[in-house]
């Protein structure tokens, strides 16, 4: 049996169709049966476990899953002891600097505060 950890949502969606794709019976995950479980069947060899993104990590780093799926953007936050087998193109993001219209952020000398979800991406 594999453990697959999936974030849930947009990735969870593109995921289970490269599944379905693939032969597997992921109707147990269909949004109308599952409910609030986290745990599923996806036929006799996989089981999967529905997780935040960061937990998707956490999970694949400390073997409670054999592998997961998740965005690049998480594994570059996490600086986790993970390896990234597949990029599977899709689940796109970017990053980009915000500022004040009509204003160089980079214009002077003063100290530089940004707000980030990505802090450790952002540092780098």
Avoid: Q, W
């Amino acid at each position: 049996m594999i453990r697959l950890a999936l974030t849930k949502g947009r990735i969870e969606k593109k995921a289970l169709a490269y599944l379905a794709k693939a032969g597997y019976d992921v109707s147990e995950l269909d949004e109308d049966k599952k409910g609030r479980k986290l745990l599923f069947k996806v036929g006799d060899e996989i089981e999967v476990v529905l997780a935040k993104a960061a937990d998707v990590i956490t999970y694949v780093e400390r073997g409670v899953c054999d592998g997961g799926i998740v965005g690049e953007d998480t594994i570059m936050e996490a600086k986790a002891s993970v390896y990234e087998l597949l990029d599977l193109g899709f689940g796109k993001c970017r990053f980009a600097l915000a500022g004040i219209k009509d204003k160089d952020f980079y214009d002077g000398y003063g100290h530089k505060v940004v707000a980030s979800k990505y802090p450790n991406v952002t540092k780098d």
